[in-house]
């Protein structure tokens, strides 16, 4: 759905406040439109890219990519404020988008045009010095879950996953073990017994597309300290 540019370029500033470096002409110059999305929709992909940079204003997206096998995996996290780091080095390098945004909370988003998007960061220093500010503290995050994937056990990648997406006051989740299996870096007959195991220790309670955590201090301490 899309929603009034005026009002968004003031929710743009307020989220990505360099950009106010880009005049009134070259912001209309730039073609922006915005638009809000649900929670599962896929929000960017490479055909977007192709044409499109993009702002995230609201909400969290998952930079996903499309493996060899077909699998779909979690190589990030978006969020509010933040810029696609796939996004950002793929139009560099004139490369195409490897990855795709997929909603995972309702969202907003800036769309423009890919020339502009491109060109603002190399001519304003200011956007530049923080929008690859961003890469890097996206890279670290990266680094990180990908060193998770890497060391912690299953149920411990699980738990963390199921632990940040839900809180005390909001405990249940919609998501799908696919989804879970995508960011914990399994497959989802394997996410699916270890649920199960979680559900028969009282721990979470599942159903169709959702997980509800019902002691959460046993998940927790599943992460150690």
Avoid at 87 to 101: M, T
Avoid at 117 to 146: C, H, K, V
Wanted: aromatic letters at 8%; charged letters at 25%; proline letters at 3%.
């Amino acid at each position: 759905m899309e929603f009034d540019i005026q009002q968004s370029r003031a929710s743009l500033l307020k989220a990505f406040p360099y950009l106010s470096a880009v005049s009134d002409a070259e912001w209309l110059a730039a073609q922006p439109f915005a638009v809000s999305f649900p929670a599962k929709a896929r929000l960017f992909n490479k055909d977007d890219a192709s044409r499109y940079g993009m702002f995230l204003l609201s909400g969290t997206a998952r930079i996903t990519l499309i493996e060899d096998n077909g699998n779909e995996s979690v190589l990030n996290l978006l969020n509010s404020g933040e810029v696609c780091s796939l996004l950002v080095l793929s139009g560099l390098s004139d490369r195409e988008y490897p990855g795709s945004l997929i909603a995972e909370t309702d969202v907003e988003a800036i769309f423009l045009s890919k020339s502009s998007f491109l060109r603002w960061i190399q001519q304003y220093e200011s956007i530049r010095n923080a929008i690859f500010g961003g890469l890097l503290d996206g890279t670290l995050r990266m680094s990180e879950l990908l060193r998770g994937r890497q060391t912690m056990p299953l149920e411990a990648r699980l738990a963390k996953a199921i632990l940040r997406a839900s809180s005390e006051e909001e405990p249940r989740l919609a998501v799908t073990h696919k989804e879970l299996a995508a960011e914990s870096g399994s497959v989802r007959e394997v996410v699916s017994r270890t649920l199960l195991r979680f559900q028969r220790k009282g721990w979470i309670v599942t159903g169709r597309g959702w997980v509800e955590v019902t002691r959460r201090s046993d998940l927790e301490a599943l992460l150690g300290d």
